[in-house]
């Protein structure tokens, strides 16, 4: 019999303490982050209108969308919501760790190619845990990123089933790696960034002959070498 009891402590001690959605993303009235009312701002270039504004200008990156994860859905009255970012492109270049869009057929793909599915879980300990070993990855645990794309006018909601894998997926992270949650924003912040496809636009034509013509002239030189 006392084999079965220490077989049983054993087992509390070995089982990985799981943290809960209301525990991670849950909020407060006193919260920092900006609750986006998903009623005013509906598609994702309405979002970028709200934080352009000035006086919304400083929680481009301390915004929360309410979600609630038993029906992953975005809801207003919800008590528990996703911390999510904007780029502000007049000055910061985005940087794009690993990307999310949509493909003609409607399939969420992750940088370009790979679907997501039960992948998922293995690509965020990947982000996460890459210590720079992989240039395309994150560099440290706090400087780790994933952008979702959405087309301008694309409704928010077109992001709730990808956002409920994807902290479902975070949330398994967070437990294999055996977080506490006083610690998690110490360790592994969660960095979400939402942006609309845009098209960079075309380099301008640039005749070098030209260019250096011109230089010729103004300094009296002669670049020919």
């Known amino acids: 019999m006392k084999y079965i009891y ?19 993303f849950g909020y407060v ?9 998903v009623h005013s701002v509906s598609t994702m270039v309405e979002l970028y209108d ?8 400083i929680y481009r990156n301390f915004l929360r969308i309410p979600f609630d994860f038993e029906s992953n859905k975005i809801k207003t009255d919800s008590r528990t ?8 492109l007049n000055f910061c270049k985005p940087i794009i760790h690993l990307a999310f869009h949509k493909d003609d057929q409607g399939n969420w793909m ?16 990947l982000n996460y845990l890459n210590e720079g070993f992989n240039p395309k990855l994150s560099d440290t645990p706090k400087k780790t990123f994933f952008t979702f794309y959405l087309e301008e006018d694309e409704p928010l909601t077109q992001l709730e089933n990808i956002l409920g894998k994807f902290s479902e997926a975070y949330m398994n992270f967070l437990t294999d790696n055996e977080v506490e949650i006083d610690s998690l924003k110490n360790e592994f912040p969660l960095h979400i960034f939402l ?9 301008p034509n640039i005749d070098e002959d030209i260019i250096e013509a011109e230089i010729e002239e103004d300094l009296e030189l002669n670049l020919d070498y």
């Open 81 to 88: 919501g996703i911390p999510i970012n904007t780029y502000d």
């Open 195 to 203: 942006m609309y496809e845009y098209e960079i636009p075309p380099m």
């Open 110 to 125: 992750i940088n370009d190619e790979i679907v997501v599915g039960e992948n998922l879980d293995s690509l965020i300990t």
């Open 6 to 24: 220490l077989a049983i402590l054993l087992s509390l001690f070995s089982c990985k303490k799981e943290l809960d959605y209301e525990q991670v």
């Open 29 to 37: 009235s006193k919260d920092s982050l900006l609750l986006i009312d």
């Open 50 to 57: 709200f934080v352009d504004l000035p006086e919304n200008n």
